[in-house]
């Protein structure tokens, strides 16, 4: 089945810099891969999405890459603020038929 | 008001009692999940269920079975619980049986099993 790995466990950066969170896969039927943020404490939300009939979506300051040769893609997020930081985590499915894996998550911490 | 409700919050339990974890969701979502999150393996799916009385197995659902008689509620039983099923567990909700769509979470269930 598809496994997703997310290569960053941690990352720091400053304020006002930008972050970028890195993830491979490996079903090369994969075709939906979104992202969700984890604040301290609390639960999982939905922040962005990219589907494989694009390479780029921007979304504010999130930004999605998606690489289907390397089957990698990865989280922009420019001009970082303190409330960015939290847990990230990709994920990756088919249209149909599987269900969402998700990558072991990233902590981004932006420091002032 | 579109929302996953879990219940409990916080579950103390002993080895070998049963464990049972509630799940709401209020969207009308088709398909609902429970996984759970560990430090440093991420979020894994333990079942799926894909509308009332259609569950499916994840990636670990050894120890677990669920249970879903309306299609807003999705129960996680654990029977005699282990030590090892210490750990934060989160249902969620999708509109529909693809997997193309967005989770949307309860606030999560921290069990501890002593």
């Known amino acids: 089945g598809e496994k997703v790995e997310q290569h960053e466990s941690t990352l720091s950066v400053r304020e006002g810099d930008s972050a970028v969170i890195n993830c491979t896969y490996t079903?090369?039927?994969?075709?939906?891969f979104p992202w969700y943020k984890q604040e301290a404490g609390k639960s999982l939300h939905f922040v962005i999405d990219?589907?494989?009939?694009?390479d780029r979506k921007q979304s504010q300051r999130l930004i999605v890459l998606l690489d289907k040769k390397a089957k990698r893609f990865s989280l922009h997020i420019t001009a970082t603020q303190p409330e960015d930081s939290a847990i990230y985590f990709c994920a990756a499915s088919r249209n149909s038929g599987t269900y969402q894996r998700f990558g072991t998550g990233t902590k981004l911490q932006v420091v002032p | 008001d579109m929302k996953v409700t879990q219940m409990p919050r916080y579950l103390i339990k002993r080895m070998g009692e049963n464990v049972l974890l509630e799940c709401g969701q209020d969207m009308s979502h088709e398909t609902m999940y429970w996984y759970r999150q560990d430090p440093g393996l991420g979020l894994q799916l333990i079942y799926i269920?894909?509308?009332?009385?259609?569950?499916s197995e994840g990636d670990i659902p050894k120890g677990y079975r669920v249970s879903r008689k309306k299609r807003e509620h999705f129960s996680l039983i654990l029977d005699s619980a282990k030590t090892n099923q210490t750990s934060v567990y989160f249902c969620?909700?999708?509109?529909?049986?693809?997997?193309?769509?967005?989770?949307?979470f309860g606030s999560g269930t921290r069990l501890t099993v002593l």
């Open positions: 990219i589907r494989s009939n694009v």
């Open positions: 079903d090369t039927a994969s075709s939906y």
């Open positions: 269920s894909y509308d009332v009385d259609s569950n």
């Open positions: 969620a909700s999708s509109r529909d049986w693809s997997s193309a769509e967005t989770l949307y």
